[in-house]
């Protein structure tokens, strides 16, 4: 394929290094005349370890060139790739000056050439940036498709991530599979494809939780050494387990946590760090973060406009009857003190068998749970207006079968099958 690259920096310059390398032809664009040169001769204009003698041999096959005339390059191609950068304003926001800049040349570009033209944004751009390039720049711009393909390489490792990356994304406008093949055949065959949004999305999902992962680190370090133990060895442990901590488990958006061990548990360390004067920021505001996630669900059960609410669920997750912690019971605590009526089912619940703390937990907060506790789903969902299926203990089938049309169904636990029925559904957070 014949592509343009626009941006020769640590992006550019190495897509551009390592499409040649698989036999493409790359034209660079950059408005820099000294990166346009080193192009042209062949050699880097980044240091990157193997991309000087990726370009070097492109060079002498015939595969590289460079210049600063954007049309210039749009004509040499049938796919452009924009890799220019999106710097902070001083204000911390987001700058795309140089994607608005790049775009509105590459559309008057492929105007002028009058050929069908394969666009990929490949910068990094918050939610929404590619749908509103695409309506500034090329709503009438004819014979263009255009892809969103976020980047994932590392600096120092960049060639090596490029010829195996962590991950392959594709955003294309709804979806759907590109309908050209450019985008996968350059950046990635088995790339998943969402749409523009989702696939900006990622990119700074990646790279939040890259933050995060060393902000977490770095404070369990910090009370670590208050404890006098090492932050290093703790953490290396924690690694270890690949079933919970390195894993997928809990990474679903959908319940706010809950249950005997995590509220609680969170709660006790950051009170000692505060009370001993460690600053733990991160940590210090994650029950703050589940507070708000369980005051949107209860906004959201409360727009709704209606007054009988089930539950389908009251301890925090399925297959036990521990309800110290539970967000249902905080949700169920809300609503009836609003004067909603409720109505509960939960199979693993019974209260003769409840004892101790999460008796005297319930007994404390929803003293007249027995009256609201229902045999099965189906008379839970035939007493009200509006279902809050919080847990999976019910199947998607033996709710379909007796959920009315008229009925909302509000799903908790990221339960996506429900999404597949045809009430008036939503789910939490997705
Ligand atoms: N550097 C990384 O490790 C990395 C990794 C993944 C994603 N990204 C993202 O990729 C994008 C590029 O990052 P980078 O590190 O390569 O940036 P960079 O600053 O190294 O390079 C950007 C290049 O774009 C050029 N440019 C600016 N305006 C232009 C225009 N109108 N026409 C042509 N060229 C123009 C600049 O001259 C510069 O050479 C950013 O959005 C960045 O966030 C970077």
């Not at 191609?77 to 140089?98: F, H, K, M, Q, W």
Request: include cysteine.
């Amino acid at each position: 394929m014949n592509v343009s690259i626009f941006g020769l920096g640590y992006v550019g310059a190495v897509t551009a290094g390592c499409l040649t390398e698989r036999g493409h032809r790359v034209i660079g664009a950059d408005v820099q005349q000294t990166k346009v040169d080193a192009f042209n001769a062949g050699v880097s204009p980044i240091v990157e370890p193997e991309l000087n003698e990726l370009l070097a041999s492109a060079k002498t096959k015939g595969l590289l060139s460079a210049t600063t005339d954007a049309a210039e390059a749009v004509r040499a191609s049938e796919v452009s790739i924009v890799c220019v950068g999106t710097p902070s304003l001083a204000s911390g926001r987001l700058n795309l000056d140089y994607v608005r800049k790049v775009s509105e040349q590459i559309s008057a570009a492929i105007v002028a050439k009058g050929s069908r033209h394969v666009l990929i944004f490949r910068s990094t751009m918050l939610p929404g940036s590619t749908r509103s390039m695409v309506t500034d720049f090329f709503a009438s711009t004819p014979n263009v498709s255009i892809y969103y393909c976020p980047e994932f390489l590392r600096e120092g490792t960049a060639v090596k991530d490029f010829r195996e990356p962590s991950l392959c994304v594709v955003g294309t406008n709804d979806g759907n599979a590109p309908a050209t093949n450019e985008a996968l055949e350059l950046l990635g065959e088995k790339a998943e494809v969402l749409a523009w949004e989702g696939a900006e999305l990622i990119k700074y999902s990646c790279n939040y939780f890259h933050a995060l992962k060393v902000g977490f680190a770095n404070e369990i370090g910090r009370m670590a050494k208050f404890v006098g133990v090492d932050g290093a060895r703790v953490m290396d442990v924690v690694c270890r387990d690949e079933k919970l901590n390195i894993s997928r488990y809990y990474m679903k958006p959908g319940n706010p946590f809950g249950g005997s061990c995590l509220p609680k548990d969170v709660s006790a360390l950051s009170s000692l760090a505060r009370m001993e004067g460690v600053n733990l920021p991160l940590l210090d505001n994650v029950l703050d973060s589940n507070e708000a996630h369980l005051d949107l669900l209860i906004k959201l059960i409360t727009s709704k406009g209606v007054r009988r609410v089930g539950l389908l669920g009251l301890a925090f997750k399925k297959d036990t009857d521990d309800l110290r912690g539970s967000p249902m019971v905080a949700v169920a605590e809300t609503l009836l003190g609003r004067g909603y009526e409720l109505s509960i089912y939960d199979p693993s619940l019974n209260l003769s068998r409840l004892i101790g703390r999460n008796e005297a937990e319930i007994n404390r907060r929803m003293p007249h749970l027995a009256s609201l506790l229902r045999d099965s789903a189906e008379e839970v969902v035939g007493e009200s207006e509006l279902i809050i299926a919080s847990q999976k203990c019910v199947s998607v089938d033996a709710l379909r079968s007796v959920v009315k049309a008229e009925q909302c169904v509000i799903d908790v636990n990221g339960w996506r099958e429900l999404s597949a029925l045809a009430w008036g559904y939503e789910g939490l957070c997705w």
